[in-house]
């Protein structure tokens, strides 16, 4: 029993040194997070990249669930008070709020058409949700709306899947091999979406272990593989 609340109480101690590795992964709805949050985050294996990058992804989740647990109570006195209309700029639900909100953390939201995530019923034309979101495969999407709250599931597809086509370029010049550094990819980019995906993937390349890097080309190649086939 000692042994396993030590060996949980390092993966934290872990983590929080992953995080401070990765400083793309931080987002200012942390400094919302408890200490039992940490511990959740950490409860599971911190072995391969892909551990550490769905424990951060719960972390934030953390974060971000106890911002807009305030938020949505927020945007409902605003409306009232508002003829129930919907605000045109978060700062306008600042008075409405519980506690004041840094506004890095309102800088992150955005008001879209509720029409931009359809699974994701709340009511109403507008809602508020992240412009981004550092890890899209793990990251939920969330939503905030006239009537309630909720996540749509994950925030994007999948990294490898947007960078498809650079991957595709890189191996037609190179003989069919895949690069053994992400920074070789640069040349091959022809959107911004493409340049902040291998943005995030060159951060975490850094401190990937040899066996995740392989694996990340591994799975790149099979990518291509399948692709061509079609």
Do not use: H
């Not at 000692?2 to 401070?20: D, F, I, P, T, Y």
């Not at 989740?61 to 008070?81: H, N, R, V």
């Not at 066996?211 to 061509?228: C, P, S, V």
């Amino acid at each position: 029993m000692v042994a396993e609340a030590v060996s949980w109480k390092n993966r934290v101690n872990l983590l929080k040194q992953r995080l401070e590795q990765t400083p793309g992964a931080r987002i200012p709805e942390l400094q919302l997070v408890t200490e039992q949050d940490w511990l959740n985050a950490a409860k599971g294996d911190l072995k391969s990249e892909k551990d550490y990058r769905q424990a951060l992804a719960q972390l934030r989740s953390a974060g971000e669930s106890k911002f807009i647990s305030d938020l949505q109570p927020a945007l409902t006195k605003y409306m009232e008070a508002n003829n129930g209309q919907f605000p045109t700029d978060l700062t306008q639900l600042q008075p409405y709020l519980k506690t004041p909100v840094d506004p890095a953390i309102l800088d992150r939201w955005g008001i879209v058409p509720a029409s931009s995530i359809k699974s994701l019923g709340v009511g109403g034309d507008w809602i508020i949700t992240q412009r981004s979101a550092p890890d899209g495969e793990f990251d939920q999407r969330y939503g905030v709306g006239s009537f309630g709250y909720g996540s749509s599931g994950p925030f994007t597809q999948k990294p490898v899947d947007t960078l498809t086509p650079v991957l595709q370029s890189f191996a037609s010049a190179n003989n069919g091999q895949m690069p053994s550094d992400p920074a070789q990819l640069v040349p091959y980019l022809t959107t911004q979406e493409q340049r902040t995906e291998l943005d995030k993937i060159g951060q975490r390349f850094k401190i990937m272990s040899p066996d995740d890097r392989n694996k990340m080309w591994a799975e790149a190649q099979k990518l291509i593989t399948d692709q061509g086939s079609k």
